[in-house]
């Protein structure tokens, strides 16, 4: 297995869910992280958790590729030689059907999940390549792999996220990159309460009654992935909760 003590780890949307969790998940390892996100106060709390000498953070929104590029430009240098990249930051909004959709909805989760997304990936892979190698691990979706009512633009974005990963990994063939999706199902985070914009009963309904995965569980699943062998490269990884099946074809019926 590799070392994670070597590990620099930089993180979008480390200021809950999974990427709160593997900040923790990779700091305990020994690794140093680069948490960043928009919420400064989550980020400052987290640095105090973790201890600034193990935690850099940045405030960052992904959809300004300016901002991007200029915090990896100004990184100090116990944090600079970034050799492991979680493209997290993402987002559902909303769940109506298609044709009663707000559409800025619909642009703000493209601008993050696919615009965004790619920004951070296309700012830090010379760099990798330069430094001999790393690993990009992406937070795909089961929504990117079966469609589900309301779920038009979000898993589209999601779909994007697992074939960018798989075209990035042919892209980067013989350069020491490793490309890994993760496609989660059914987690409790703080994912609901934005989709459902900050709507408490309406984000609790999908976990009631149920046992969902949570952010630790996926954490630890891409904190394996990362931490294999160099030359095992997981390409897409989808995880769902024990309780998390699937359904029948929907027939409609006169
Ligand atoms: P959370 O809502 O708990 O965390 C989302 C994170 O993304 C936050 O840290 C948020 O930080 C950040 N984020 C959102 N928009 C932006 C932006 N414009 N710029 C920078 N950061 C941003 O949800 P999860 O941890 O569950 O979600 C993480 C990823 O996993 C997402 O891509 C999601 O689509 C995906 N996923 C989630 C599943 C689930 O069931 N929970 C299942 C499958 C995939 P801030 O608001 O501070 O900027
Ligand atoms: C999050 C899982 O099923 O709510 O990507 O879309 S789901």
Redesign the pocket.
């Known amino acids: 297995l590799l070392d994670p003590s070597r590990f620099v780890v930089f993180i979008?949307?480390?200021?809950?869910?999974?990427?709160?969790a593997a900040a923790r998940r990779y700091v305990e390892a020994g690794a140093k992280v680069v948490a960043?996100?928009?919420?400064w106060d989550?980020l400052v709390d987290l640095q105090i958790d973790l201890g600034a000498e193990n935690c850099h953070i940045i405030q960052?929104?992904?959809?300004d590729r300016a901002a991007i590029d200029a915090a990896i430009a100004d990184l100090p240098p116990p944090f600079a030689n970034i050799n492991v990249v979680l493209a997290?930051?993402?987002?559902?909004l909303g769940l109506q059907p298609a044709a009663e959709t707000d559409i800025t909805d619909w642009e703000t989760m493209i601008a993050?999940?696919v615009t965004?997304l790619a920004y951070t990936v296309r700012a830090l892979l010379p760099g990798m390549i330069h430094r001999g190698g790393g690993h990009i691990v992406t937070?795909?979706?089961?929504?990117g792999d079966y469609p589900y009512p309301g779920g038009s633009v979000y898993g589209a974005t999601?779909a994007f996220v697992k074939q960018f990963a798989l075209n990035l990994r042919s892209d980067v063939q013989g350069k020491n990159i490793r490309v890994t999706n993760i496609?989660?199902?059914?987690?409790?985070?703080?994912?609901s309460?934005?989709r459902f914009k900050g709507d408490e009963e309406k984000a609790a309904k999908p976990y009631s009654g149920t046992k969902a995965m949570n952010?630790e569980d996926i954490a630890e699943t891409i904190f394996w992935s990362t931490t294999l062998p160099e030359h095992v490269n997981v390409n897409r990884l989808q995880v769902m909760a024990t309780t998390q099946a699937f359904g029948p074809f929907d027939i409609y019926r006169e």
């Open positions: 979008t949307g480390a200021t809950s869910g999974f990427g709160a960043t996100g928009r919420r989550r960052l929104d992904v959809q997290n930051a993402g987002l559902a993050t999940n965004g937070l795909g979706s089961v929504a999601k496609e989660p199902g059914l987690t409790e985070t703080e994912f309460l934005v952010a």
